[in-house]
């Protein structure tokens, strides 16, 4: 059994308990929240008892076994380092840390306490992520990666208010790139590595993050071409081209389904069934590596976290956007 320990009392934290309880071994046991009245309020829907407003205090606690970190981004560095340093297992939300300097403080901490860190990527460990690793060969001599994630932020509106939202400032290391452009970076760099070239370009609001972008990934002999938003929505999928077929991937954050279009006019439906629920993947996979005494995964790993981090901070370097973190 793995005590865990959640920090964050948001939507995406109630997402990953429903899924993470459907994993054998899974037990949530204490909830951290700055507020006692929000901690209380937020494990009481899940009948924990343990609740912690103070991060070291958590940190020290024998009640846990690992955490799972879902706090604002420039969050993650010092509260993950914090578990480390304690013993304790980390999943950490993506973006793991606000950049590669804090990334590699993490590594070296799990590398030298021993215990597991892992950044929670779900797509990279759903089914039909699989699914399109095994069928790439199916479309020849891959030319361009194309991934689209365009989706408009009800925050934004907020935002075009007055109101400063963390997801859209530069102390909580947010923008588009970091919240939702991760997700189309994230499988490029797990299918094809790092890049020999990186272009970028944004639209950077008044708040000093940007509000949508697009990057191009040279390789040898293919180009990667990632569009991301947070200010405007997309309606079509995403594409990797073949020299004989292209693979039609209706959501690069989560596929549920991926189609191959061959030259020849044929259609194949590769998609599998998975569950509804997709972090359900992620947890299942960070609790199986803890019994096996795992530090890293093979699925999700240091050097692909490291890679993608290296491709944020060079896209935020080339548009000038600096986080509170850079200079940390």
């Given at each position: 059994?793995?005590n865990?320990g959640?920090?964050?009392?948001n939507w995406?934290?109630?997402?990953?308990i429903?899924?993470?309880?459907?994993?054998?071994?899974?037990k949530?046991?204490a909830?951290?929240?700055?507020?006692e009245?929000r901690?209380?309020?937020?494990?009481?829907?899940?009948?924990?008892?343990?609740?912690?407003?103070?991060?070291?205090?958590m940190?020290?606690s024998?009640?846990?076994?690992?955490?799972?970190?879902?706090?604002?981004?420039s969050?993650h560095?010092?509260?993950?380092?914090?578990?480390?340093?304690?013993?304790?297992?980390?999943?950490?939300?993506?973006p793991?840390?606000?950049?590669?300097?804090?990334l590699?403080?993490?590594?070296?901490?799990?590398?030298?306490?021993?215990?597991?860190?892992m950044?929670a990527?779900?797509?990279?460990?759903?089914?039909?992520?699989?699914?399109?690793?095994?069928?790439?060969h199916?479309?020849g001599?891959i030319r361009?990666?194309?991934?689209n994630?365009?989706?408009?932020s009800?925050r934004?509106?907020?935002v075009?208010?007055?109101?400063?939202?963390n997801?859209?400032?530069p102390?909580f290391?947010?923008g588009?790139a970091?919240d939702?452009?991760?997700?189309?970076?994230?499988?490029?760099?797990k299918l094809f590595?790092?890049?020999k070239?990186?272009?970028?370009?944004?639209l950077?609001?008044?708040?000093g993050?940007?509000?949508?972008?697009?990057?191009i990934l040279s390789y040898?002999?293919?180009e990667?071409?990632?569009?991301?938003?947070?200010?405007?929505?997309?309606?079509?999928p995403?594409?990797?081209?073949?020299?004989?077929?292209?693979m039609?991937?209706d959501?690069?954050?989560g596929?549920?389904?991926?189609?191959?279009?061959f030259?020849d006019?044929?259609?194949?439906d590769?998609?599998?069934?998975?569950?509804?629920?997709?972090?359900?993947?992620?947890?299942?996979?960070?609790?199986?590596?803890i019994?096996?005494?795992k530090t890293?995964?093979?699925v999700?790993?240091?050097?692909?976290?490291?890679?993608v981090?290296?491709?944020l901070?060079?896209a935020r370097?080339?548009?000038?956007?600096?986080?509170?973190?850079?200079?940390?």
């Amino acid at each position: 059994m793995v005590n865990m320990g959640i920090i964050g009392t948001n939507w995406i934290t109630d997402s990953f308990i429903k899924s993470a309880s459907m994993v054998e071994g899974f037990k949530l046991n204490a909830v951290y929240s700055r507020t006692e009245e929000r901690a209380k309020l937020f494990a009481g829907k899940y009948n924990v008892q343990h609740i912690y407003t103070d991060i070291k205090e958590m940190a020290r606690s024998k009640v846990i076994d690992a955490v799972y970190i879902a706090s604002p981004n420039s969050c993650h560095a010092e509260q993950a380092i914090e578990f480390l340093n304690n013993g304790k297992h980390v999943l950490c939300e993506k973006p793991i840390t606000s950049n590669i300097r804090e990334l590699r403080a993490l590594v070296e901490a799990a590398r030298q306490i021993n215990v597991l860190l892992m950044e929670a990527m779900k797509s990279t460990f759903l089914p039909n992520f699989k699914v399109i690793e095994d069928n790439l060969h199916r479309l020849g001599k891959i030319r361009r990666f194309f991934a689209n994630y365009c989706q408009y932020s009800s925050r934004y509106d907020l935002v075009k208010d007055g109101a400063k939202i963390n997801i859209f400032s530069p102390e909580f290391s947010g923008g588009s790139a970091m919240d939702i452009g991760i997700y189309c970076i994230y499988p490029i760099i797990k299918l094809f590595g790092m890049p020999k070239e990186i272009k970028a370009s944004a639209l950077k609001l008044a708040s000093g993050v940007d509000g949508l972008g697009s990057l191009i990934l040279s390789y040898d002999e293919m180009e990667g071409v990632i569009i991301h938003s947070k200010i405007t929505q997309t309606y079509i999928p995403s594409e990797i081209q073949g020299e004989d077929g292209s693979m039609v991937i209706d959501r690069i954050d989560g596929p549920r389904k991926v189609q191959i279009y061959f030259r020849d006019g044929r259609i194949e439906d590769i998609s599998v069934p998975q569950k509804e629920d997709q972090m359900y993947y992620e947890a299942k996979e960070f609790i199986s590596l803890i019994d096996a005494g795992k530090t890293e995964s093979s699925v999700n790993t240091w050097e692909i976290s490291c890679n993608v981090m290296k491709v944020l901070d060079e896209a935020r370097a080339q548009n000038g956007i600096v986080f509170k973190a850079d200079s940390v």
